[in-house]
Every structure is written in structure tokens, then in C-alpha cells.
Nanobody, 120 residues
Framework: VQLMESGGGLVQPGGSLRLSCAASGSTHHINAMGWYRQPPNKERELVAIIRNSGDTNYADSVKGRFTISRDNAKSTVSLRMNSLKPEDTAIYYC???????????????WGQGTPVTVSA
């Protein structure tokens, strides 16, 4: 599976952006997809995930502002980001969790990342 992100850029505080991630290849192995981010000089952190069931989880820092959605037919996941703050500045990475065998072994695949800068 390969992942390709798009939609990053520069936005003013309070603005909105929509990130998209398209998966290609053996997408039938995908069990969950998500977004992580790595702010400057910090560790990579979870932003939001969405499972095949539709269940979602969000980081506390983005709850109520960000919305993750998924189109299973198109193997895409999107992240709508509203009310952006300077502290949301980071490289945003798409990821996919693949179940690769009957025992439930998993493999995690990452995209290349797309930069988001929130600044006046």
C-alpha cells in the first residue's frame, strides 16, 4: 500500500484547511487510517484515526476543531481542520494499519507528509 497526502499549506490563525490522503495498492488489507503530526523539534503525535467500523479517536488538543472522514470505496481519508492555531503547525502524516494475515499481524504504512503552517 502506498499513501499520498495533499492539501497542506500556509493559513492564518482561525482559518481552515482540508488534508486528503489517497491509498493505492492492496487497500483491502487496510483496517484503519489516521493522521499524525510532528511539530518542529517535537515527537510525532496522533491527531485522529478512523477504523473500518467508522469509530474515531482524536487527540484532546484537536477535539471539536478537526474532523476525520473516510471514503472506503475510494480508499481515501481526509482531515478537516477548523479554527487552526499556531500550535497546529507541523508536518502532517497519513498512516494506514494493514492486517496482513489470518493471525491478525499488522503493518503500518506512512505517507511522505505534508506541511501545515499556521501563522499571521
Amino acid at each position: 500500500v502506498q499513501l499520498m497526502e495533499s492539501g497542506g499549506g500556509l493559513v492564518q490563525p482561525g482559518g481552515s484547511l482540508r488534508l486528503s490522503c489517497a491509498a493505492s495498492g492492496s487497500t483491502h488489507h487496510i483496517n484503519a487510517m489516521g493522521w499524525y503530526r510532528q511539530p518542529p523539534n517535537k515527537e510525532r503525535e496522533l491527531v485522529a484515526i478512523i477504523r473500518n467500523s467508522g469509530d474515531t479517536n482524536y487527540a484532546d488538543s484537536v477535539k471539536g476543531r478537526f474532523t476525520i472522514s473516510r471514503d472506503n470505496a475510494k480508499s481515501t481519508v481526509s482531515l478537516r481542520m477548523n479554527s487552526l492555531k499556531p500550535e497546529d503547525t507541523a508536518i502532517y502524516y497519513c498512516n494506514a494499519v494493514l492486517v496482513v494475515n489470518i493471525e491478525g499481524s499488522t503493518v503500518v504504512v506512512w505517507g511522505q507528509g505534508t506541511p501545515v503552517t499556521v501563522s499571521a
